[in-house]
């Protein structure tokens, strides 16, 4: 069992910055592989970025290339988020979640999931 809690959400004006991180209960969180994903009102929820179980792979949605960057530290148990340019349309409810494997990210097939912290992105 892996419980994940979100934090670093918050408000932030356009071209701003911010960093979430995702923290994880239990000694396997270093076997997984790590997703954020985000979910804005009325729109499904979205894969982000994701990272492999030791953060020499990453994978990004286009809508995050160049201005998104994942990393995971194992030995504190958390992955992060680093986001930067942001714009109003990133404003959602952004997840982490947990995975067998990093290719199954996109498709949403994770296996626990963490209550999500809200960033809003004014113009």
């Known amino acids: 069992q892996v419980q994940l809690t979100e934090s670093g959400g918050g408000l932030v004006q356009a071209g701003g910055s911010l960093r979430l991180s995702c923290g994880a209960s239990g000694r396997t969180f270093g076997s997984y592989a790590m997703g954020w994903f985000r979910q804005a009102p009325g729109k499904e929820r979205e894969f982000v970025a994701g990272?492999?179980?030791?953060?020499?792979?990453?994978l990004y949605a286009d809508s995050a290339k160049g201005r998104f960057a994942v990393s995971r530290d194992n030995a504190k148990n958390t992955v992060y988020l680093q986001m930067n340019s942001l714009e109003p349309e990133d404003t959602a409810v952004y997840y982490c979640?947990?995975?067998?494997?990093?290719?199954?990210?996109?498709?949403?097939?994770?296996?626990?999931w963490g209550q999500g912290t809200q960033v809003t992105v004014s113009s």
């Open positions: 979640a947990a995975a067998g494997s990093i290719g199954v990210l996109p498709r949403k097939d994770c296996d626990y």
């Open positions: 990272i492999g179980w030791s953060g020499g792979a990453t």
